[in-house]
């Protein structure tokens, strides 16, 4: 079954610290892998996405993430997190061709100053 | 990338009664969806909007409780039809441009039902 999981729920970090959240996929065809964000009130707004190529992506707001293909994992890391960082962060899997997405449960994010 | 944007914002409602939702994209995009969140929890896709002819919905969803239109390329409804507690949510849809095989989303609309 295909399924996108976010182990952490909630996170804490300090104002400065490294983050480094968590994705795991069950996908039968090669996933197209994205992380979106979604702060307080806010829509979801991309960070970054992984289609092919090199398995490190750089994405916005100083975000990256690695695609580790043996590991089924998307993990997304920031080297010094920002207190306008807090928010709740959803990664999605989904094919080419489709647009359709799998989306995790999210995990929510907090800063503390 | 597409910008979106979507109206109501939020909105309360009675039950019994629908509300219908807009969402404008600034340019044509090949795909749009609508997306139901519900408090805490992440993003369940109700239906593909397609253009000029009849949505695409996902398991647990129906035509009758949540019709979607979409006259043209960059603009879709969808309606929340009579209208209970449980559809508490927020609403959302995304647009899917060309080649870019990447969906952008709206603001949300925050829904309400009392």
């Known amino acids: 079954a295909q399924s996108v999981t976010q182990p952490d729920i909630h996170i804490t970090v300090s104002e400065g610290a490294s983050l480094e959240l968590r994705c795991n996929y069950s996908y039968g065809a090669t996933p197209y892998l994205f992380w979106y964000v979604q702060s307080p009130g806010q829509g979801l707004q991309l960070l970054l996405k992984y289609f092919s190529g090199d398995t490190l992506v750089q994405g916005i707001k100083g975000f990256e993430a690695e695609f580790k293909r043996s590991q089924s994992s998307f993990n997304l890391r920031k080297p010094s997190v920002h207190w306008s960082d807090a928010a709740e962060y959803f990664c999605?899997?989904?094919?080419?061709?489709?647009?359709?997405?799998?989306f995790g449960t999210g995990t929510r994010l907090k800063v503390l100053a | 990338s597409a910008v979106i944007s979507q109206k109501p914002s939020r909105d309360i409602c009675q039950r019994g009664t629908s509300l219908t939702i807009q969402c404008q994209v600034d340019?044509?995009?090949?795909?749009m969806f609508w997306y139901r969140q519900q408090p805490g929890q992440s993003l369940t896709l109700i239906a593909t909007?397609?253009?000029?002819?009849?949505?695409?919905?996902e398991s647990g969803f129906v035509i009758d409780k949540f019709p979607i239109s979409r006259p043209n390329l960059t603009f879709s409804t969808l309606t929340v039809s009579n209208m209970s507690p449980e559809d508490s949510s927020i609403y959302l849809c995304?647009?899917?441009?060309?080649?870019?095989?990447?969906?952008?989303f709206g603001p949300g609309t925050r829904l309400l039902v009392l």
């Open positions: 999605a899997v989904g094919a080419r061709g489709t647009y359709k997405y799998i």
């Open positions: 340019s044509q995009v090949t795909m």
């Open positions: 909007a397609n253009q000029g002819s009849e949505a695409t919905y």
């Open positions: 995304s647009a899917g441009t060309g080649l870019s095989e990447t969906q952008y």
